[in-house]
């Protein structure tokens, strides 16, 4: 299985603050990562496919990029309505797993 | 396209959970992956398995031996079977459409039902 650790865990930042969120891979998995949002009560969102292309109708101010084991989820500036909790998941190779999820809090 | 689950809310421990995921505007038999993810309450999420509509499947190895996923073409819906369960499948269980085009990604998710493992 392709183990994905996320970091950091949780994070808290200010409106317009720029944030990152960090994916690592165990292995390289051929950019085959995805981004989604979730809030509390609902389903994922999905905001960022194949590393870095962003899905239909989510903002620019979110960004996808990295190769190899690295990748990065940024948000350029934040908003009230991204406090959520976010996670990457590789679907390279069966078991298509998450990683543990980043809460992200407004300060 | 809109996913709905069905909701069996509670299970006995060492049961069987059924679930099933009605696909609405769209076809099951779409060049897409259907798939099941659960969430443990408070927890983070665990992919389940999916299945395409020729009946291929794949599955989480560490569920493997209870889980079944099925597509039924005629209902327009998959659903999942997972046996003998145990307190630890409590969870919310999702059902999702996966794109398969440059990469796989779940573009789409049903909005979640709750089971309860208890007797």
């Known amino acids: 299985d392709i183990q994905m650790t996320q970091f950091p865990s949780s994070l808290s930042a200010s409106v317009g603050d720029r944030v990152t969120i960090t994916c690592r891979a165990s292995?390289?998995?051929?950019?085959?990562l995805n981004w989604y949002q979730q809030k509390p009560g609902k389903a994922p969102k999905l905001l960022i496919y194949g590393t870095a292309t962003l899905q239909s109708g989510v903002p620019s101010r979110f960004s996808g990029s990295g190769s190899g084991t690295d990748f990065t989820l940024t948000i350029s500036s934040l908003q009230l309505e991204d406090c959520a909790t976010y996670y990457c998941?590789?679907?390279?190779?069966?078991?298509?797993?998450f990683g543990q999820g980043t809460r992200v809090e407004i300060k | 396209v809109q996913l709905q689950e069905s909701a069996p809310g509670l299970v006995r421990p060492s049961g069987t959970l059924s679930l099933t995921c009605a696909v609405s505007g769209g076809s099951v038999r779409s060049s897409s992956w259907w798939g099941w993810v659960r969430q443990p309450p408070g927890k983070g999420l665990e992919w389940i398995g999916e299945?395409?509509?020729?009946?291929?499947?794949n599955y989480n190895p560490s569920l493997k031996s209870r889980v079944t996923i099925s597509v039924d073409k005629s209902k327009n819906e998959f659903s999942l079977i997972l046996t003998s369960v145990t307190a630890a499948d409590a969870a919310v269980y999702f059902c999702?459409?996966?794109?398969?085009?440059?990469?796989?990604?779940?573009?789409?998710w049903g909005q979640g039902t709750l089971v309860s493992v208890s007797s």
């Open positions: 299945i395409y509509h020729t009946g291929t499947t």
């Open positions: 292995q390289t998995m051929n950019n085959y």
């Open positions: 999702a459409r996966q794109a398969s085009t440059t990469s796989y990604y779940f573009d789409l």
């Open positions: 998941q590789q679907t390279y190779s069966v078991p298509r797993t």
